[in-house]
């Protein structure tokens, strides 16, 4: 069955949007986002289900949106707008998709043209993609070394370390090393030990009765899935830290994750070293990455 896309252009000067044909041409050739990655992302998980549109986590996603186009120097995007061409393009997806259940949006904020002589004008786009419901299948992920150390964010603002921008060459160069490795996924580590993330996704450690996951200061993303089950932990009696977690610290958990809002919660069964260490085997609970998942599926 051919699946028909649905996107919104967005006009940040007019403040309007326009939905539009994605499989024809709207961008131009000159755009920063196209060959500086000069602009900032997000994605969305939606769902239909009993006739109604559930975007998920959609406020966290809002929010890191805003801090990314801050730490860009980008203007500030309207909630308003873009919650409404959200729910505009999602609508349409349904109108034109009346089988599906599921798919991802992304949603777009460049800072405009290169060819802009005098100030760049931003401008946004929304669009969809088909994706399958998030499944908690067992994963084996290779640890990489990222070549930076962990007070990078602090010392050098201007890496943009915490931001989530559109140059994704290097995520996607480590997912394409750990599939050609025997792994699903990558895992990133500073130079000096320390466990960051994965190249789309956020790591959560079980220790004890505490879920853990790297505090974002040491310069990774805040992932809005790790924020919507730490805020649901306390049902199933655990607590939630924030702190910096070493490379052993990942062989002594009684569980691990790496989540994120289209592929869900993934449990980490084997963590392999890039440097030819021993695998290292981590118990999967079944039924919490089951509850995490229920969790963001009603976010």
Known sequence: ????????????????????????????????????????????????????????????????????????ELPS???????????????QYKELNPDAHTVSIRYTLSRGHDSDTTAHTPHGWVVTAPVPRPEPTEITVITLNSGLDSSIA???????????????????????????????????????GYALEGPN???????????????????????TTQRCIFENASSQGLLTQYSNVTLDDLGNAQGAWLVSSVRGCRPISTIL???????????????????????????
């Open 154 to 192: 602090e010392s050098a603002p201007w890496l943009l370390r915490g931001a989530k921008t559109l140059s994704y060459a290097t995520n996607q160069a480590a997912k394409r090393y750990a599939l050609s490795n025997g792994a699903d996924d990558a895992l990133f580590h500073t130079t000096d």
């Open 273 to 299: 070293s890039s440097t030819s260490g021993p695998a290292t085997h981590i118990p999967v609970d079944h039924d919490l990455t089951e509850h995490m998942l229920q969790w963001v599926l009603s976010s």
């Open 77 to 91: 995007p309207d909630p308003k707008l873009w919650e409404e061409a959200l729910h505009a393009t999602a609508k």
């Open 1 to 72: 069955m051919t699946v028909r896309n649905t996107a919104a252009l967005i006009n940040v000067e007019a403040n309007n949007f326009t939905l539009s044909d994605p499989s024809q041409l709207l961008l131009s050739l000159d755009d920063l986002a196209a060959h500086r990655g000069d602009g900032i992302f997000e994605t969305v998980l939606v769902t239909y289900r009993d006739d109604a549109t559930y975007i998920h986590n959609q406020a966290l996603h809002f929010q890191r949106f805003i801090e990314s186009a801050r730490m860009l």
């Open 201 to 223: 996704s956020t790591l959560i450690l079980r220790m004890g009765d505490q879920l853990i996951t790297p505090d974002p200061k040491i310069g990774i993303l805040h992932g």
